[in-house]
Structure formats: structure tokens, C-alpha cells
């Protein structure tokens, strides 16, 4: 299909999902993938979707529950599992940190100053959220399944989805919206105290 085909393009901003939380089991029966890969996939895969699909396991998605895992030297992980079925539609609830602190803890673990070249480990979610007043840390790591976000599958399937999902500053709505209409929040890394649009 050439560009000359495309007549819309449509953009859905989510507000404060994770891809995984809500279309990270669009694909995962093993004999389940997306007919077409617009980038070449993998070699040895004709089709591939980056989400809670197997082959992996579910045991290979994970967080800790145990801050020393972010230690030098690191403890044995005391592994919260990814649970591929949301138990209240609620969840999480409460909401989870969204301010760029809270951010940049889920993405690279408590109290680490994280250098540019860092890989995103992806591992302080549970430790974040149970930080949380009235907040259980293994709530964070629900997702739902295809069948409970009917709609959205529907899309992913007949149409199109990215595989993967990034926010253009770590943080809260605002400066996202910003970046989305002005390709800059103007240095700002939250909603509050200073709005990035003025």
C-alpha cells in the first residue's frame, strides 16, 4: 500500500495507560500475531507483536517488591507477576503517580539518578505504587485481558497499532499535550504549578 492510499490518519492519545495495561494481550495465543508487520520484524518471525505475547513466558514480566533489588550489589528480586486479567475495572485505583519523580522512579527504580545512556529497566512500578497512600503494589501489574477491552482490540486488529508507546516527556498530561501541538512542553515536567501552553 503506497502513501497515495492513506487518506486519514488517526491519532489516539490515551490518557495515563501503559501499552501493556491495556493491549499488551491483544496477541497472546503463540499461534495469534498481526497479519502484516509495517516495519520488518525480526528474523524468524513473519509477524511479531511487542506485548505480553508469548513466546514468552507471563513469568518473564515482572517487578520487584523489594527496594535492596536496586542495590550495589542488587538483592534477589522478590518478583511481583504481571497478572494478564484485571480484576476490577477500577484498577489502578488509586491512580498511580504521574508527576515526573513518580515517572522516572517506575521507569529506572527508587532513589536511582539515572545516567542518559540508561537502559529503561522497567522495574519500579510495584515499588512506586505501594509507596502510595492506601495503594497494594501488586495492583499496578494487572493488565487486561483481549476480551475485557473489546473495543480497542477490535481496532488493534481490523486496522492498525503501534507496538510501541512512548510519551514524549515522562511526566504528566500537560506537557504531552504540548509536545503533541507545539513539539515542546518550553522545559516544563509537570502539570503544576506552571501550565506549559503559557
Known sequence: MGMENIRRLVVLMLENRSFDNMVGYVYADKENHPPINILPPTEGAPTAYDGLSKPAADSAFWNPSNANFFGDPPAEPQKILVTGLVTDFRMPNPDPGEEFVHITSQLFGPMVSPAQN?????????????????????????????????????????????????????????????????????????????????
Not at 121 to 145: H, R, T, V
Open 118 to 198: 540508561d537502559l529503561h529497566p522497567m522495574k519500579g512500578f510495584a515499588l512506586d505504587y505501594g509507596s502510595l497512600e492506601d495503594c497494594a503494589a501488586a495492583n499496578i501489574m494487572q493488565c487486561y485481558s483481549a476480551a475485557q477491552v473489546p473495543v480497542i482490540t477490535t481496532l488493534a486488529k481490523n486496522f492498525a497499532i503501534s507496538d510501541r508507546w512512548y510519551a514524549s516527556s515522562p511526566t504528566q498530561t500537560w506537557p504531552n499535550r504540548a509536545f503533541v501541538h507545539l513539539g515542546t512542553s518550553r522545559g516544563k515536567v509537570n502539570n503544576a504549578p506552571n501550565d506549559p501552553f503559557h
